[in-house]
């Protein structure tokens, strides 16, 4: 694409940088996400940036799709490099002015619920501790300059883009597209992985109305945040419905000789310990709030039953 350059994180799977898009105007560079913080992850996207011919001095632009540290923790040192404006969504505006509200849109505490024996305190599982320690991937706090909603138009050089407002992983996510060129940046919605959900950041019901919205558009080429290019826009949804709606399938089936713990499900769906307290905990949920909602279970103490 003429004036646009996507610098690829390193690897798709947390903890890793997700890709930055990069576009090319009169005034200098845009960067769609800032990748994450920490002095290691920074170096990398700024010497990355370098070999490329893209001077991070010359940035003076930085659209964020939500505020994510993988996504927005890199904030701090163009900050401090060129001091751009910062673009968000104004739902996802207060937790990059003050990224203690994370807690809220992981839905953290449901965890405490569950897991009791792990012993995370009254306000849970500390998301910023972890970031910065066990991920080093630190959050950045940044007040955004602008915010941004759903139907929005941003011209980034070249490109109009129109923002669409794509909640399930973040309440305030968003992804961009221009209909001339037909290209998508899609943020965390599709990509290599399939982004977590909860029900505070817009659950499973939020996810799948948002691939939806994306799959209405005539897209040839859609930039994600982690992973590869895509050129077949109706594969790459189509994969990543199939994932989710596997899981809900999943849960069916299991209910389909008797009530199911809610605990003893996560640990079905998510056998692995460490992805049990989240998101196991905050998946599972999306998708009962889904089936209530479609009358396909009912729920008590707990217990979720098929509703016959
Ligand atoms: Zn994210």
């Not at 002095?39 to 991070?56: A, C």
């Not at 060129?82 to 104004?90: A, D, H, K, N, R």
């Not at 389909?256 to 989240?278: A, D, H, I, T, W």
Request: include cysteine; charged fraction near 25%; aromatic fraction near 8%.
């Amino acid at each position: 694409m003429k004036n646009l350059v996507m610098v690829k994180g390193d690897k798709p799977l947390w903890p890793a940088s997700s890709n930055v898009l990069i576009i090319r105007d009169n005034d200098g560079l845009i960067m769609i996400e800032a990748g994450c913080g920490g002095e290691e992850f920074s170096k990398s996207l700024v010497s990355k940036m370098r070999s490329q011919g893209l001077p991070p001095e010359k940035v003076h632009t930085v659209v964020l799709s939500h505020a994510h540290p993988d996504h927005m923790g890199g904030i701090t040192t163009f900050l401090k490099i060129s001091q751009p404006t910062v673009i968000i969504s104004e739902i996802d505006a207060p937790s990059a002015r003050n990224p203690e509200l994370l807690t809220d849109s992981f839905d953290v505490l449901m965890g405490n619920e569950y897991f009791p024996e792990l012993g995370f305190k009254d306000s849970g599982l500390n998301l910023l501790t972890l970031f910065e320690t066990v991920s080093r991937c630190p959050m950045a706090k940044a007040d955004p300059d602008k915010t941004i909603k759903e139907g929005d138009k941003l011209q980034l050089g070249d490109y109009l883009f129109e923002v669409i407002h794509t909640p399930g992983h973040s309440p305030g996510h968003i992804s961009l597209v221009d209909r001339e060129e037909k290209i998508c940046y899609s943020g965390d919605m599709i990509g290599e992985i399939v982004a977590w959900y909860s029900p505070s950041s817009g659950g499973a019901l939020g996810y799948l109305s948002s691939l939806e919205k994306i799959e209405k558009f005539e897209i040839e080429k859609i930039y994600p945040s982690h992973g590869d290019i895509i050129t077949d826009k109706k594969k790459a949804i189509k994969r990543i419905r199939g994932k989710i709606l596997e899981r809900e399938k999943y849960i069916l089936k299991e209910v389909e000789n008797g009530p199911k713990q809610f605990r003893e499900m996560v640990e079905k769906l998510f056998p692995s310990p460490n992805q049990q307290y989240f998101p196991g905990v905050q998946i599972l949920e999306s998708h009962l709030i889904k089936l209530e909602k479609e009358k396909k279970i009912t729920r008590q103490n707990h217990l979720i039953y098929k509703k016959t």
